[in-house]
């Protein structure tokens, strides 16, 4: 993690423009589901907005701003969606993103962050070794005895917190699908901890560090060369947090990569289970965030100008094609997309620690995914992601205009035959 200090240079190019607020013009169809900061959207100060955040930790680095709790509250109301750094950098080689999570490891360093709910669930981890304070016996309990695993194999599927405690239907679909695919796979089992991302994302940099460092030595001593992760949040930990740490000597994948190469080589084949028109919500952290990290260091010279070059991460290499193409091997499946989707995609307001902190403004952001969703005409919003799930299921539920969620790999594991 870079220290604020090192970041003073995206907050001192920020010309004001207001891209990070909006989609690019291209890629967009009208004004209706043209604005892409959930927090600019929903409270229209541009102290709400990448831009506004760059200010602010412009002037708290300066010493010219000081800390009060309405401040910190609008540091935290951030999802950490990223949505602004990209598009940001659609025009502009900054990083915004890098500054916001800079920023909050600056609040919790000057004692004034994080939120409670986030200390909780810091404090859940130090115990249990999961973000819901579950006994850590159980992060198992998922994994049914017909599962499939093998002993001494370099490729693990890391569960995560949320897979393993609040949605095990997706631990389960996942090791059914890949056992069906006859791809060999085992588990660390008790040495399973926290990814650490969601304490990460919130400042909580030595927290997160203390378990990324766990998980990462326990996958070195068992010889892991392929991690398998059926969430987002523990993807783009894997991709961007466990990097900055030391060398990561094995490749991450998501399940829906995995599932597009085993159809690919025709290991797997999907079948027909009922006609249904979907419309995918790409997860922010297996879309735009999910570039891995690549450490830069060097000189910023004249006119912003990076040397050595440095390699920008600006959202267009996430995980977006695998998705969709196993959506399309199940037939019966039609994908009607939504204006805001692949690194435009909108926040669900479930990451970044929102919606343990603000709630209500999580749900508003979700409500407002979910109107885009039902104005594709679709029956389901498909998505990959526990944290998406939560936000939007809830959002659907109170909605009740039909539309269900699903989590891809039980539409998978329904079309396994
Ligand atoms: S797009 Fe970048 S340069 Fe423009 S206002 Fe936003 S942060 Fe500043
Ligand atoms: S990360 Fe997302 S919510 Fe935060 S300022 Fe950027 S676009 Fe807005």
């Known amino acids: 993690m870079l220290p604020l200090k090192d970041l003073r240079h ?71 969606c990223g949505a602004c750094d990209i598009n940001c950098k659609s025009v502009r080689d900054m990083e915004v993103l890098e500054t916001i999570l800079a920023l909050r490891a600056r609040v919790v360093a000057d004692g004034w962050g994080p939120m409670p709910a986030h200390q909780e669930a810091a404090g859940a981890v130090a115990a249990h070794h999961n ?37 095990p239907q997706i631990a389960q679909d996942t090791a059914k699908i890949l056992n069906a695919g006859g791809l060999e796979f085992t588990v660390l089992h008790a040495e399973e901890y926290c990814c650490g991302g969601p304490l990460w994302r919130t400042g909580q940099i030595a927290e997160a560090r203390k378990v990324a460092e766990h998980n990462l030595a326990v996958l070195e001593k068992q010889g892991i060369d392929r991690v398998i992760t059926s969430c987002a949040e523990c993807f783009g930990a894997f991709r961007d947090f466990y990097p900055r740490l030391g060398p990561v000597n094995f ?23 009922e006609d249904r028109k979907v419309t995918y919500h790409d997860p922010c952290l297996l879309g735009r965030l999910s570039e891995p990290y690549v450490p830069w260091n060097g000189e910023i010279q004249a006119f912003g100008r990076h040397e050595p070059p440095k390699q920008w991460r600006r959202g267009a290499q996430g995980v977006y094609d695998a998705p969709r193409e196993v959506l399309q091997a199940i037939p019966g499946v039609e994908i009607v ?29 979700a409500r407002e995914r979910c109107r885009e969703a039902g104005s594709t005409g679709a029956a389901a919003m498909v998505s990959c992601c526990p944290f998406c799930q939560s936000a939007l299921e809830q959002a659907l539920g109170a909605a009740d205009g039909g539309m269900k969620y699903l989590d891809i790999t039980r539409l998978i594991a329904e079309a396994l035959g």
């Open 10 to 80: 995206t907050m001192e190019s920020c010309n004001h423009c207001g891209q990070c607020k909006w989609v690019l013009g291209p890629k967009t169809k009208g004004y209706d589901y043209a604005e892409i900061c959930p927090i600019h959207q929903r409270f229209g100060f541009d102290a709400y907005s990448g831009q506004g955040l760059l200010n602010i930790a412009e002037e708290i680095l300066d010493g010219e701003l000081e800390y009060e709790s309405g401040l910190v509250d609008l540091i935290y109301s951030c999802t950490t």
């Open 131 to 167: 973000i819901y304070g579950r006994a850590h016996e159980q992060r198992f309990d998922w994994l049914a005895p017909e599962v499939k695993l093998t002993k001494n194999c370099t490729t693990a599927y890391f569960a995560g917190c949320s897979a393993a405690y609040r949605y």
């Open 251 to 273: 490749r991450v994948m998501h399940i829906t990569e995995v599932v597009q190469q085993l159809i690919a080589e025709q290991r797997l084949t999907l079948h027909h289970r």
């Open 337 to 365: 997309e939504m204006v805001r989707n692949e690194e435009n995609s909108y926040c669900c307001g479930g990451g970044g620690g929102v919606a343990e902190a603000f709630p209500d403004f999580s749900q508003w952001t």
